[in-house]
C-alpha cells in the first residue's frame, strides 16, 4: 500500500478541521496532495506540511492527474453547489474521469441530486461522511461510512485515510442516512450527558470523579466522555463547532418526518442545539453544551 499512496495524488478541497485532519493523514503517508480552501491561512498550513496549494476548486482540478480522487470536505449542501458548480468550481475545470469523495454530510436528497448531476457531467461520486473528530482523521483512525458504484475502486485510500471504512453497499445516499442516524444519537448522548453532570453537581458529586465512573459504566457514550472531559478541564478550544450537531439533528428529524417517524429523545435533543444556536453559540465547540445546559437549569430554578 505505501508504494500506491506514493504514486497517488489527491485533491482537497476544503482543509478546515477534519479536511486539515485528512491531508494530514495523508502526507504522513507520503501521498502527494493539491489542496484549495476560502481561508487563505488553511493554505498556509496546509502548504506547511507540503501540499501543493491551488487557487480555486476548479485550479484543484485542473492540476489533477486524469482518473484522480476529490475530497470534498466543506460544511454543508450550499458549500457543496458553491465548490461544485459556483464560478471557478469543479465542473468549470478539466475533470477528466474524475471521482469526487463527498464527505459533509448532508441530507439524503441532496447527496442523490449532486451524484446525478455530476454523473451528467461524467464525475463519478462516492458518498462518504465522516466521523471522529479532526484528531482521529489525522490519526487515520476517524470513520468512514461509504456508498456509491465507485467505492471499492478506492478502496485503498480510504482504508488509509480511515479505519474503520463501513462498506454501505451500491446506493448513493445510503452513507448520509446512516451518518445522520448516527449524529441523532450523538448529539441525544451528549445532551442527555451535560443533563446527567447538571443533576450530579446538584447532587453535590465531583463532576471529574461521576464521569469517570460513568466513563467505566453502562452509561458510557464516546462522545460524553471526550466533550466532557474537556469542558471539566477547562478546554474550550473549538475541535467541532456546535452549528454542526445542530445542522445534522435538524437534518436528521427531517428525515425521519419524511418516513414518518419521530424520535421523541430526537426531538428533544435538537430543540437545545438549536436554543444554543439561537443564544450566540453555533462557533463554539460542542463540548459547550455542558455549560449551555447549566445554565438552563440555573434559570429554571431561578424562575421558580
Known sequence: MPDAIDQTTLGFIGVGNMGMGMLTR?????????????????????????????????????????????????????????????????CSGNHRQLTVLLTPTLSPEDVQAFACRLGEAGIDMIDAPMSGGPIRAAAGTM??????????????????????????????????KTKLVN???????????????????RLQLDPVQTLSVIAQSSGQSWI?????????????????HMGLLAKDSRLAMEAASQVGFEPTLGALAQATFAEAMARGLGDADDSAMLSFVQTLASAKGTQT
Do not use: Y
Request: net charge negative.
Open 224 to 240: 460524553a466522555s471526550d466533550r466532557l472531559e474537556r469542558a471539566l478541564a477547562g478546554d474550550s478550544s473549538t475541535r467541532a
Open 26 to 90: 495523508w502526507r504522513s503517508l507520503g501521498g502527494q496532495a493539491i489542496a484549495f480552501d476560502i481561508d487563505p491561512q488553511r493554505l498556509v498550513a496546509a502548504a506547511a506540511i507540503g501540499a501543493q496549494t491551488a487557487g480555486s476548486a476548479r485550479a484543484v482540478v485542473d492540476d489533477l492527474p486524469p482518473g484522480a480522487l476529490l475530497v470534498v470536505c466543506v460544511v454543508n449542501g450550499d458549500d457543496c453547489r458553491e465548490v461544485l458548480w459556483g464560478p471557478g468550481g469543479v
Open 183 to 201: 449524529n441523532l444519537l450523538a448529539a441525544v448522548n451528549l445532551v442527555g450527558a451535560a443533563q446527567v453532570m447538571t443533576l450530579a453537581q
Open 143 to 176: 470513520s468512514l461510512m461509504v456508498a456509491g458504484p465507485k467505492r471499492r475502486a478506492w478502496w485503498h485510500v480510504l482504508a488509509a485515510l480511515a479505519h474503520p471504512v463501513f462498506d454501505l453497499g451500491e446506493t448513493v445516499g445510503d452513507g448520509a
